[in-house]
């Protein structure tokens, strides 16, 4: 006959199993992720090096720190440029952890001086090479969306011809990316004036030129609240062509409550807009820490804890 003290143990050892993933007899398999810190409402993604200070600089490490805090997606620029050994060994965590792939850069090569708006062949070639790439990329990694920006404006061209250029050329790229079922994100910014892409709504009509799944808007809050401002209303009229979110709050380009964006606002609008269409958006956390070390880190956590609250 079991005594008590037996039996509450070896049901604790269970739930403890069951909790952390470890196999136990009658229930063999790999070790899954089944609890996180935080259950967050949207999907929320960091990227690599935002907890060093917290998990180390071992990228599966980090992985496993996001996913115990309850960010479950990650977005990693650079994505390209890693080796596929250590793309294959992130999706692979990813997998066992049930996180999702967020953006990469399609890294266009060249000499890094390529603008679509210009029509010249070779810049056209580059981006077209960058994203043959980048299909073999994000199938190593389980990816959907690439960011995509086409680059400088072309002083010598009416913006209508440029747009024009750029046009076509995103519509042979979106060719290519198409029957993969793979998505370039267009985005705006603010870094400089020279950029030819700048606000929400020119990028709502070059996506609605294009005229494909593959081309979808990167609203990145963060930009278009210094390009444009009036944030839910252009969240709201490019809806139907938005593909991708990025954070970042203004001024600073830090995590939400240290500037003057209402991300709980934000948050909670676009919450219920995604839910009424069964949409599934990626948040793309895109910005640097307020405060550094740990203590830094655990901030920032808790700005996505306060700000997430609000979504109801």
């Known amino acids: 006959m079991i005594q008590r003290r037996d039996f509450v143990k070896s049901t604790l050892g269970l739930a403890g199993a069951a909790l952390t993933g470890v196999a136990v007899a009658g229930n063999p ?19 690599f090096g935002m907890f060093e200070n917290s998990a180390g600089k071992d990228l599966i490490d980090q992985l496993k720190f996001m996913a115990d805090m309850g960010f479950m997606a990650l977005e990693d620029n650079g994505m390209m440029g890693r080796t596929p050994e250590v793309q294959e060994k992130i999706a692979k965590e990813m997998t066992r ?27 056209i070639d580059i981006f077209l090479n960058g994203c043959k790439r980048a299909v073999e990329t994000a199938k190593r990694v389980n990816a959907k969306w690439m960011t995509v920006v086409p ?14 250029h750029v046009i076509d050329a995103l519509r042979r790229g979106a060719e290519i990316l ?19 892409l700048r606000t929400s709504d020119q990028t709502y009509e070059i996506c609605r030129a294009v005229n494909s ?30 593909g991708y979110f990025q954070i970042g709050d203004n001024p600073g380009r830090k995590e939400p409550t240290t500037g003057e964006i ?13 839910k009424a269409e069964n949409k599934d958006f990626i948040w793309g956390m895109e910005h640097g820490n307020a405060r550094p070390g740990k203590e830094g880190e655990t ?14």
Request: net charge neutral.
């Open 29 to 47: 398999g790999p070790k899954t992720h089944t609890m996180a810190k935080n259950q967050f409402k949207l999907r929320y993604a960091p990227h």
């Open 299 to 312: 901030a920032l956590i808790q700005a996505y804890v306060e700000s997430d609250s609000f979504v109801v």
């Open 178 to 196: 198409e029957p993969h079922g793979m998505t370039m994100v267009l985005e705006p910014l603010s870094d400089t004036p020279n950029l030819f």
């Open 151 to 164: 680059g400088d404006f072309e002083r010598n061209l009416p913006i209508g011809i440029q747009t024009g």
């Open 262 to 274: 209402n991300y709980k606002k934000v948050f909670e609008h676009c919450y219920k807009k995604a």
């Open 213 to 242: 799944p593959a081309c979808k808007i990167l609203f990145d809050v963060y930009h278009m609240q210094k390009n444009e401002g009036h944030i839910i209303p252009h969240i709201n009229w490019c809806w139907s062509e938005i």
């Open 97 to 123: 952890l049930g996180m999702k792939m967020g953006v990469f850069v399609v890294d266009k090569g060249g000499n890094g001086q390529n603008t679509l708006a210009a029509g010249k062949q070779e810049h």
